[in-house]
């Protein structure tokens, strides 16, 4: 194989509101934690376990990070796309240390939120459809159909006619 491919894709909730620092360079950088969660039922005890795995993310998007900035906070469900870069530094003890971070570069990476419309605690200009601006949204990212909000839509029964398509013209002009 010639290339090779550096790409990670999360769906989890922020550990921690979004940190904003302003490197030398002038470059914003917007950093923050993502846990990501799997839960099983053990076949022995048919007890529920869980293992949460913790993501450092450092956004240099200066586009995503806004939308980070403003509407992420501590606990929000986010889908995001980037790339892992280790980084080396020395702690305050002197020890030499190594961490993993996923990267979303300047002109690189995704970032989508995933909260429902009435799932944030703290209000936030949403629009009807409860999307954040700049972000898609809705049911995705729920793990079943017993975690919805009693406010979600759910489909529509098969034969049954939406507002929508009774205000849409039957007419196709090409």
């Not at 002038?26 to 934690?33: A, I, K, L």
Request: aromatic share 6%.
């Amino acid at each position: 194989m010639a290339g090779s491919v550096n790409k990670v894709i999360l769906v989890g909730n922020l550990g921690r509101d979004p940190e904003v620092r302003t490197l030398p360079s002038g470059d914003r950088v917007v950093s923050f934690s993502v846990a990501t969660t799997e839960s099983w039922r053990d076949r022995n005890t048919g007890e529920r376990k869980d293992r949460t795995e913790w993501h450092n993310v450092s956004i240099f998007n200066d586009n995503l990070g806004k939308i980070a900035e403003q509407y992420c906070r501590k606990g929000s469900k986010i889908y995001l796309e980037g790339s892992l870069q280790t980084r080396e530094y020395t702690d305050k003890d002197g020890n030499s240390r190594k961490a993993t971070d996923v990267v979303l570069q300047k002109f690189r990476g995704e970032l989508t939120l995933l909260d429902s419309k009435g799932s944030r605690s703290e209000g936030g200009d949403y629009d009807q459809a409860g999307y954040g601006a700049g972000a898609g949204a809705g049911s995705f990212g729920r793990s079943s159909p017993m975690e919805r909000s009693g406010g979600e839509r759910r489909p529509a029964p098969v034969g049954a006619t939406s507002r929508l398509s009774n205000e849409l013209d039957d007419d196709i002009p090409f």
